[in-house]
């Protein structure tokens, strides 16, 4: 009996599963995280090209002047935008701004001085919440880009 006990201390087989069955949760949450990690990205890259999308369809189509105003309309970016993000419309941020020889003049109503050159520009910003799967939290998310109109 006693050559047995020793003999069952010094074999070792199975050793290689008692290190697995320690190893396993850890591998576990490193692929549970990898694949929120990769499904946020692929969300941030949709939200960015979504972004994008807006922009280019600013360069594309003529401005539409809005009615009864000398002041553009830019909703259908917003629109887009919002479509191709899949988020309510109310999440896209258009910002529009003046810069007289590069100084900031505020509104896009505004006039610049004589002589002085004039550059408007369009931001848009859209916003989105993130729901990780393994994480259990939301993860806000954001893409902007901006593009000079004038």
């Known amino acids: 009996m006693r050559f047995r006990l020793f003999g069952l201390a010094r074999d070792e087989r199975g050793t290689s599963l008692i290190e697995f069955g320690f190893l396993a949760p850890f591998l576990a949450l490193l692929t549970m995280g990898i694949i929120d990690l990769s499904r946020g990205l692929a969300e941030r890259f949709a939200l960015q090209q979504a972004v994008s999308r807006g922009l280019e369809l600013v360069q ?22 919002a479509s191709s993000a899949d988020v309510p419309v109310g999440q896209v941020i258009l910002t529009r701004w003046l810069e007289c020889d590069g100084e900031d003049a505020g509104d896009v109503s505004n006039t610049c001085p004589a002589g002085a050159a004039a550059s408007r520009y369009l931001r848009v910003r859209v916003t989105k919440d993130f729901e990780a799967e393994f994480y259990f939290a939301t993860i806000p998310m954001a893409a902007t880009g901006t593009l000079r109109t004038q």
Request: proline share 5%; glycine share 0%.
């Open 60 to 81: 594309a189509r003529p401005a539409v002047a809005a009615a009864n105003s000398n002041t553009v309309s830019y909703e259908f970016v917003r629109n887009e935008v």
